[in-house]
């Protein structure tokens, strides 16, 4: 079956340090890729997209590209802020035909400091 | 996006009952579903509730434990039954316009059985 692996956490940066958050995933056909996040106390936020192979999604500074010989969709930032500090999680959206169900992978917390 | 609410935001249970979470959106979707977020994991679908029909339940998720209702395009419910501590998760609901569209997510309902 479908399955996203994300590298383990907790990632702890400094302020203003590159942050890269590891996705590789396995599934049949031609699957979306996304990035969620998920602030402290809240419920999950679409953070960038990517619907098929060699597409760049990008928001708030975020970005990922759809890398389909290496089956990865690693997320990056240049230069990360307090606020940043949330839960990611890296999901695929398998390509059924009939309805858009998310694999999610175990997420990853980020933990920026001063 | 759509706009998602639940209620309630959380609660606190006694095992062996049972709670109703509501999720409603401001636009009519074709697609809704439910996840389950255990304590420090990550989302794993419940189930697609479908309008007007019986709701499509994922592996190790039943009916009797998790009926769902659809009664139009803008409401659902999930009813966790003869809860337990095992229950005490996150409970989200999320909508898709349409089938293979993007996915946005409420912003949970926090339950723990005592």
């Known amino acids: 079956g479908d399955s996203v692996t994300q590298m383990e956490g907790p990632v702890t940066l400094s302020e203003e340090a590159f942050l890269t958050i590891n996705c590789t995933y396995t599934?049949?056909?031609?699957?979306?890729l996304f990035w969620y996040v998920q602030y402290p106390g809240e419920g999950l936020q679409l953070l960038l997209k990517a619907t098929k192979a060699d597409d760049k999604g990008s928001n708030k500074g975020f970005e990922a590209t759809y890398r389909k010989e290496t089956t990865s969709f690693h997320l990056e930032k240049g230069s990360v802020q307090v606020s940043d500090s949330a839960v990611y999680f890296c999901a695929l959206s398998a390509d059924t035909g009939t309805a858009s169900k998310l694999t999610f992978g175990t997420g990853t917390r980020l933990q920026v400091t001063l | 996006s759509a706009v998602i609410s639940q209620k309630p935001s959380r609660d606190i249970c006694q095992r062996g009952t049972s709670l109703t979470i509501q999720c409603q959106v401001d636009s009519q979707v074709t697609m809704m579903f439910w996840y389950r977020q255990q304590p420090g994991q990550s989302l794993t679908l419940i189930a697609t509730?479908?309008?007007?029909?019986?709701?499509?339940?994922e592996s190790g998720f039943v009916i009797d434990k998790f009926p769902i209702s659809r009664p139009n395009l803008t409401f659902s419910t999930l009813t966790v039954s003869n809860m337990s501590p095992e229950d005490s998760s996150i409970y989200l609901c999320?909508?898709?316009?349409?089938?293979?569209?993007?996915?946005?997510f409420g912003p949970g309902t926090r339950l723990l059985v005592l």
């Open positions: 999320s909508v898709a316009a349409r089938a293979e569209e993007t996915q946005y």
């Open positions: 509730a479908n309008q007007g029909s019986e709701a499509t339940y």
């Open positions: 599934a049949t056909g031609y699957p979306s």
